[in-house]
């Protein structure tokens, strides 16, 4: 069964560094999606991308975060600057496309900023 | 906006017994309604979704969950439990119609089997 997958499982790095998180979507899916998850709090929604550009973002997807599609396979998160504040689980998601409601995650990646 | 409040964020449960994980939404618009379980070191997976229709909803793996237009309540139900179905579960709403359909999700619930 397809699944999106991620990478890496779990990524230190210390405060101010820039980082990127990698994601493969399913491969026919056309909407992808990045959430985050600080510890002991909700699962939030950072920002949406389709045809090649952001659809819709939340207020957390600030200046120092930006998402790429840079091949047909890969839709990247990058952290250009981290903040301690920025440590948590981030997921990945896709969606077929109009119409179809379900989301598809993937295992998540565990952020620790130090 | 939308928020969902999930009000138990652990629940033990023996092996066997029922269990019911409660959920409560608040928006200004309809939305479509989710559960998602997430295993441990896994992604979220979907469990069981309300867009439309018949306000009782089922998984293959015997949940079932109501939406309570009323109450604005989708809780999660399944009158015995496995060992198995210990897990996290997260319960999400999102806006119908043209969009994203981003997720917003609950806390979450733990549930604890226990044989």
């Known amino acids: 069964e397809p699944e999106v997958t991620q990478t890496p499982s779990h990524q230190v790095t210390q405060m101010g560094q820039e980082v990127i998180l990698r994601c493969v979507p399913i491969?026919?899916?056309?909407?992808f999606y990045w959430y985050r998850q600080i510890l002991g709090q909700k699962v939030e929604f950072l920002v949406s991308?389709?045809?090649?550009?952001?659809?819709?973002k939340s207020e957390i997807f600030d200046d120092q975060f930006s998402v790429e599609r840079p091949d047909g396979s890969n839709f990247t998160l990058k952290i250009r600057s981290t903040k301690l504040e920025d440590s948590a689980m981030y997921f990945c998601?896709?969606?077929?496309?109009?119409?179809?409601?379900?989301?598809?995650f993937g295992p998540g990646t565990r952020l620790t900023v130090t | 906006a939308q928020s969902v409040t999930q009000l138990d964020s652990q629940v033990p449960v023996f092996e066997e017994a029922p269990v019911e994980l409660r959920c409560n939404y608040s928006s200004s618009v309809s939305v479509y309604l989710f559960w998602y379980v997430q295993y441990p070191n896994q992604g979220l997976q979907l469990l069981l979704k309300?867009?439309?229709?018949?306000?009782l909803v089922e998984s293959i793996n015997g949940f079932e969950a109501e939406f309570n237009k009323s109450q604005t309540s989708f809780h999660l139900r399944k009158p015995s439990v496995h060992i198995s179905d210990t897990a996290e579960y997260f319960c999400a709403v999102s806006p119908p119609g043209a969009g994203s359909y981003q997720l917003t999700f609950g806390k979450g619930t733990k549930l604890s089997v226990i044989p």
């Open positions: 309300y867009l439309s229709g018949s306000t």
């Open positions: 491969s026919n899916h056309l909407y």
């Open positions: 991308f389709y045809n090649n550009e952001i659809s819709e």
């Open positions: 998601a896709s969606r077929v496309g109009q119409g179809w409601h379900e989301q598809y």
